[in-house]
Every structure is written in C-alpha cells, then in structure tokens.
C-alpha cells in the first residue's frame, strides 16, 4: 500500500526557515517524480516545486529562490527546505507522487504557519 | 503562465441530476509527446485533494463511472451523468503541460 505522511510543519516567525519532509512507503522515491503542492486557508490549491527521478527540479516563480526540494533514497524520503519564509507561504503543504500520469498519490498534508 | 480559468465556479445541483464543469486554458495543453496533460480534482470538505480525471479522460481507480473528462486543445470539461450526495464539494482542473503547473480557482458544487 501506498503511504506518504509528511512532517516537519509548524508555526514559523517571517524569515524563518522550516524543512519539510515525506516519508513514502510502498514505492520508491527515487524512480517517481515527486512534487509538493500547497493550499493557502480558504483557498485553491497551488504547485509548489518538482523533482524527476532524473533529479530535475522546478519551482514555482513565487518560492524560486526560497525553497529547494530534494529527496534521500537512503530514507525513502522527500523533503523541501523553505527558506526565508513570508506570510503568504502560510498553507497546507501536500506531498504528491505523480500527477500526469496513471499514478497519483497524496499525503495527508502539513500545516506550516508564518507568523509574528 | 497557462492561465486555467474554471467556469462556474458554483454550482448547485440538484440529486440526481447531471452536472458540468467548464474549464478553458490560455494556450495549448498539447505537449511534444502528444499528450495533453489536463487533470480534474475532487476535495471533499476537510479532506485531501483527489484526482478523478488524468489526461483529459482517463478516470482514475475507484471513481465512478459517473464522472467523465472530455476536451481537447484549450477547452475541457468535467461532467457527472448524476449528482449524489457524496460529490459535494470542490473541483479542481489542472494543467501539468508547461512549467509552471497550474491549477484553476475552483468550482464548488452544493445540493439546492
């Protein structure tokens, strides 16, 4: 069975930093491309950033710059290191397996919350 | 960036009824390899996104026969042949041709 459970979010002051991370089980990071994608509060969803099998990435113009997504095989794991964090980047953050293709899967999202 | 603009973005249905979703992108969604690349996603209340549709038509495991994608090129659609209650909520269409990907506003569906 296919589990991705992220973890890593939090309450975080503006410019802070907050890594998150998703431990996938049931598959294999390192041949799938993975991505994360958030939803502000109240609001629709919005691509983050994604990372191919081949270790191409690409991000979003609003966290180019700020974030960085990476995986460890070692672990199964995907993570994304968010850097210089504002307001606006308050939202759930989901990690996706797939998305154009026959497989798809979401995990249960975390919350991270930037605030003074 | 491929603007996806949904239409409308409420909907209430009646029981029973059939339902559509538009969904019009501001370029092509037909990418090198021939595919095109345009998802539909259901959120229930305080759940997880859920896709249905992958490329325009393919339904993805489990979800009822009752949803169905068409489209081609910029102008796509979602359609549920008859409403239940358990299809309440929002729908997403997403385009992963071009970087960056890009999802439209929404489309709430409610019972009258």
């Known amino acids: 069975e296919v589990q991705l459970v992220e973890s890593g979010g939090g309450l975080i002051q503006p410019g802070g930093s907050l890594r998150l991370s998703c431990a996938a089980s049931g598959f294999t990071v390192s041949t799938n491309y993975m991505a994360w994608i958030r939803q502000a509060p109240g609001k629709g969803l919005e691509w983050v950033s994604t990372?191919?099998?081949?270790?191409?990435?690409y991000y979003a113009d609003s966290v180019k710059g700020r974030f960085t997504i990476s995986r460890d095989n070692s672990k199964n794991t995907l993570f994304l290191q968010m850097n210089s964090l504002r307001a606006d980047d308050t939202a759930v953050y989901y990690c996706?397996?797939?998305?154009?293709?026959?497989?798809?899967?979401w995990g249960q999202g975390t919350l991270v919350t930037v605030s003074s | 960036d491929v603007v996806m603009t949904q239409s409308p973005l409420s909907l209430p249905v009646t029981l029973g009824q059939p339902a559509s979703i538009s969904c019009r992108s501001s370029q092509s969604l037909v990418y090198s390899d021939g595919n095109t690349y345009l998802n539909w996603f259901q959120q229930r209340p305080g759940q997880v996104p859920r896709r249905l549709i992958y490329?325009?038509?393919n339904r993805d495991s489990g979800v009822p026969d009752r949803f169905s994608g068409s489209g081609s090129g910029t102008d796509f659609t979602l359609k549920i042949s008859r409403v239940e209650a358990e299809d309440v909520g929002v729908y997403y269409c997403m385009q992963g041709t071009q970087w960056p990907w890009t999802f439209g506003q929404g489309t709430k569906v409610e019972i009258k």
């Open positions: 996706v397996r797939g998305i154009r293709g026959v497989t798809n899967d």
């Open positions: 990372l191919y099998s081949g270790g191409s990435t």
């Open positions: 490329k325009v038509s």
